[in-house]
């Protein structure tokens, strides 16, 4: 019973507009309701923490629903994050946050490492840096299951918005790789056109083409 409640509360927080999530947070609260996949949706709930080193944390709610729409899995997290380092200073920005998520209902949590830098390398060019670390806990054999790290560079042409992307990651505790060359082109402020090719953690070459639009209001 209490696993449905959840799910419902989580299903009805989704159809909040964004301004709702802008007036939140401006009061120090998160609101975060969002998309992962065409039959997956989660809402993140919380609050800024008045304290020295920021420091944000809540509940996380989701659902998720099989191809004929009934719902499979309401899942149930908590989550914390802390900032550890924030430099903005004209020409560099450097970020570095730690963040845990932990399965209400299992048990199981993963703490993740971000580290994030970005860099004026001259004056037409932009370097930007992204590492995360994730450890894994499984709740279930009560013991740490695995190591995943991603990492990308990104160089940007700041007159004509385009980038050459390579990113890279590892799971399982390095036992399976996949990497990516990409090439962005910005069109406007909410739309992006991206060429890829990418090979899977399934030893697999795929070329792909597609564009990103967004939007706020």
């Known amino acids: ?26 009061r120090g609260l998160i609101w975060a309701p969002s998309k992962n996949s065409d039959r997956s949706y989660s809402a993140r709930l919380g609050a800024k923490l008045p304290t020295e080193t920021p420091l944000r944390a809540g509940l996380e709610m989701g659902m998720s629903a099989s191809e004929s729409g009934a719902v499979v899995d309401t899942p149930v997290k908590f989550w914390g994050d ?14 570095r ?25 001259t004056a ?28 990308s560079l990104r160089l940007t042409r700041s007159a004509t918005g385009t980038a050459f992307v390579l990113t890279g990651a590892s799971r399982e505790t390095f036992d399976e790789f996949s990497s990516s060359v990409a090439l962005e082109q910005k069109l406007s402020d909410n739309l992006t056109v991206t060429g890829s090719f990418d090979r899977g953690f399934e030893d697999r070459f795929r070329p792909a083409v597609h564009a990103n639009y967004k939007i706020r209001w």
């Open 82 to 95: 802390m900032t550890l380092m924030s430099t903005n200073l004209p020409g560099v920005k450097i970020a």
């Open 124 to 151: 037409d060019f932009d370097v930007e840096s992204n590492r995360n670390v994730t450890l894994r806990y499984d709740g279930h054999s009560q013991q740490w299951s695995g190591l995943d790290v991603s990492q």
């Open 1 to 26: 019973m209490l696993v449905k409640i959840l799910g419902t509360l989580a299903a009805a927080s989704l159809i909040l507009l964004s301004p709702v999530e802008v007036k939140a947070q401006e």
């Open 97 to 121: 946050d730690v963040g845990i998520l932990m399965n209400a209902l299992t048990g199981s949590a993963a703490v993740t490492m971000t580290m994030t830098q970005k860099r004026v390398a």
